[in-house]
C-alpha cells in the first residue's frame, strides 16, 4: 500500500496510527501542505479534494476520508480490533472520534487558518485565539464525557485503544503545538500519555515521519 501523507496532517497522523497498530507495511509519500503541494496538478488527479490522507492499496484503488480509511482497515483487517464488538459501544467510540474529527479538526485544519489570514486579513493573535477557541470548546465536552462515563479505561474506551484514541492523540499534539493550556483536562491528558507510550503511536508520530522538519 502507498500513503500519501505529511508528518503535521492530524488526519494523515490517524492513518499512521491505525496502520502501525495492525503492523501493516506501507510506502511514504510525502505531499508537503506547508509549500502548497495538495495543489498540484498530479496530486489533484490523486485527490480531487487536495486533501491528505489517500490510501492507495495493491490493487491501485485509492480511498480518502482518514475515518473512512481507518474503518476500510479495520474491516479487512479485523486484528487488533479499533472498535468494539457491541453495538452501543461502537456508537460510543464512534460518536468520541467524530466530536473530534468533525466538530475541532475540520474548523482548525490549515486550510481554514490560511483562509483566515490571508483572505480575511486577520491578525497572528487573532488566528491563534481562534484555534484555542474551539479546541478548548471541544476539549471541555470531550473531558466531560471521559471522566464521566463507566466505559472509559486506560485508554478513551477500555485498556485498549482505537478509533478513538486515535483520533485523540493527533489533536493533543496539535494542541500543544499551538500552546492550548490542557491543565483543566486531566483525563484527555492521562489518555494521550498512556497512548503516546505505546510503540504504533511512536512509530506514527510526527517527529518520527521522514519528511518532518
Same mark, same amino acid.
Not at 484555534?131 to 463507566?150: D, P
Not at 477500555?158 to 492550548?180: S, Y
Given at each position: 500500500?502507498? %500513503? ?9 497522523? #490517524? ?37 491528505? *490522507? ?29 472498535? *468494539?464488538?457491541? *453495538?452501543?459501544? #461502537? ?18 485544519? %490549515? ?15 487573532? #488566528? ?53 493550556? %490542557? ?26 515521519? *521522514?519528511?518532518?522538519?
Amino acid at each position: 500500500m502507498k %500513503l500519501y501523507n505529511y508528518f503535521r496532517s492530524s488526519a494523515a497522523y #490517524r492513518v499512521r496510527i491505525a496502520l502501525a497498530l495492525k503492523g501493516l507495511p506501507y510506502d511514504y509519500l510525502s505531499v508537503h501542505l506547508g509549500k502548497g503541494r495538495q495543489y498540484d496538478a498530479d496530486f489533484g488527479a490523486v485527490s480531487p479534494q487536495n486533501l491528505v *490522507p489517500v490510501l492507495e492499496l495493491d490493487d491501485g484503488q485509492r480511498l480518502v476520508q482518514s475515518l473512512a480509511i481507518i474503518e476500510y482497515l479495520d474491516e479487512t483487517r479485523p486484528q487488533p480490533a479499533l472498535l *468494539p464488538s457491541d *453495538p452501543i459501544g #461502537r456508537a460510543r467510540v464512534r460518536s468520541l472520534a467524530q466530536s473530534i474529527a468533525c466538530e475541532i479538526h475540520p474548523i482548525n485544519n %490549515l486550510r481554514v487558518l490560511n483562509y483566515l489570514t490571508k483572505t480575511l486579513g486577520v491578525s497572528d493573535d487573532q #488566528r491563534l485565539a481562534w484555534y484555542r477557541h474551539w479546541v478548548l470548546t471541544g476539549f471541555q465536552a470531550l473531558e466531560a464525557r471521559l471522566a464521566g462515563e463507566s466505559r472509559t479505561g486506560t485508554c478513551c474506551h477500555g485498556d485498549e485503544p482505537g478509533l478513538a484514541d486515535i483520533c485523540l492523540v493527533p489533536q493533543v499534539a496539535n494542541a500543544r503545538r499551538f500552546a492550548v493550556d %490542557l491543565d483543566a483536562f486531566p483525563t484527555i491528558v492521562r489518555i494521550d500519555a498512556h497512548c503516546r507510550s505505546l510503540l504504533a503511536f511512536q512509530q506514527a508520530a510526527p517527529e518520527n515521519q *521522514p519528511d518532518s522538519e
